[in-house]
């Protein structure tokens, strides 16, 4: 993997609230917005200082775990990565994000996701791209043809939070990326304002979601975007929906979904649809991620890797071998002689189960391995389909 320019030298370190109006002065420049409320509260802030002690880039990152099926990944979200417009082109952004890996590997992280402004630049760090993200765009006269029944569709209340915990945890261990959040988190003002929940029949919650409601202007009605779906079936998720078409005055109707929604064949036409890769994720720790893993109770397998990543171990690719027997894994730091040898970014994709060996082998991303290792890799890994919504931190 070819090394890109950064600076080696750079000086980052965590910094406290005396400097945080200073970092934001350097985000709002760097993004040419306002910039006043970033960073600080729930994150924690990395700077970086040149030679002359002048702060001249930063992020922000907040420690947090990613269910990856029924495990909990521990794993750190960076986000606004920002560099001071008259210190760029010097390898600041890419120390400061060199050293922001090595910060959140002694931290515990073992996995980061970020919401990229490049994806080249940040796969050149070993952040790759395995989750994308399905935008469905359906005219609601299109919704109510659908047979689902129709419910009562009406904002949360306080009292909500534990069914809205429970129905957001059975939907993100289907899959990879989403983040673990406590029953207070739906709580938070700025969440409840936008939470919704379908009632039902007899008490209780069926289904509910994150919504955007706004004027489309002139009389036109209003534009609702379903931002999360929380639900536990195909059939609460589709009656969820209907609902919200039957709300006064809607025109247009927006679902940000998982790639793999059953709603993508649930209507007789759709308006528009489209897949949006816009989350990128990296495997901070190859040991310890597969450390964390819940396999299936009946799996029993043996896979050996060897991950290119010069980030982490610039001289000799790391080696681990993991062993999956009875719901837990053990993971040693040795290869065998059939390992599957790839770079970082080849890694997290499999890791996130955005590929499976087959497709990384015939992209030429992966090489090694017999028939055997490749299909216990992808028990291991692969199948669950890897998302992560916008209102997660990145």
Excluded at 38 to 63: I, K, S
Aim: aromatic residues 8%; hydrophobic residues 40%; proline residues 5%.
């Amino acid at each position: 993997m070819q090394q890109p320019h950064y600076n080696k030298d750079l000086d980052v370190r965590q910094i406290g609230p005396e400097d945080l109006a200073r970092a934001r002065l350097v985000a709002g420049r760097a993004f040419m917005e306002h910039a006043e409320d970033w960073y600080g509260e729930d994150e924690t802030t990395l700077a970086g200082f040149d030679g002359e002690g002048t702060m001249v880039c930063v992020l922000g990152y907040q420690p947090e775990s990613l269910w990856w099926g029924e495990a909990q990944i521990p794993a750190g979200a960076i986000g606004g990565v920002a560099t001071d417009p008259k210190h760029k082109r010097r390898g600041h952004a890419g120390g400061l994000m060199v050293q922001a890996i090595h910060i959140l590997r002694e931290r515990g992280c073992c996995v980061s996701p970020l919401w990229p402004f490049s994806y080249r630049w940040y796969g050149k760090f070993g952040w790759a791209c395995p989750a994308p993200r399905l935008e469905l765009k359906v005219w609601p006269d299109l919704v109510r043809q659908a047979t689902a029944t129709v419910g009562e569709v009406r904002r949360a209340t306080a009292d909500d939070a534990s069914a809205v915990h429970r129905l957001h945890t059975e939907g993100a261990q289907l899959r990879n990326g989403q983040s673990v959040r406590s029953e207070a988190f739906w709580q938070k003002e700025d969440i409840r304002r936008e939470l919704w929940v379908l009632e039902r029949d007899g008490g209780g919650v069926d289904c509910s979601a994150l919504m955007l409601i706004g004027d489309l202007g002139r009389g036109q009605g209003k534009r609702i975007t379903v931002r999360e779906l929380h639900g536990a079936s195909f059939a609460d998720q589709l009656k969820f929906v209907r609902s919200v078409a039957d709300m006064d005055g809607v025109a247009v109707l927006n679902l940000d979904l998982p790639p793999d929604s059953l709603l993508l064949g649930a209507f007789p036409e759709r308006f528009n649809a489209s897949v949006e890769f816009d989350l990128a994720l990296r495997v901070l720790d190859v040991g310890q991620a597969l450390a964390h893993l819940k396999p299936p109770e009946n799996l029993q397998a043996t896979v050996s890797f060897e991950v290119a990543d010069w980030v982490v171990n610039a001289d000799k690719p790391l080696a681990v071998t993991v062993q999956a027997e009875g719901g837990q894994v053990q993971v040693s730091e040795k290869a065998d002689k059939d390992a599957l040898c790839c770079d970082i970014n080849t890694f997290t994709q499999l890791f996130a189960g955005g590929l499976s060996v087959a497709q990384a082998r015939a992209m030429g991303r992966l090489t090694g391995g017999n028939p055997a290792v490749g299909a216990s890799c992808d028990a291991l890994l692969h199948g669950r389909v890897p998302y992560r919504s916008d209102v997660e931190a990145g």
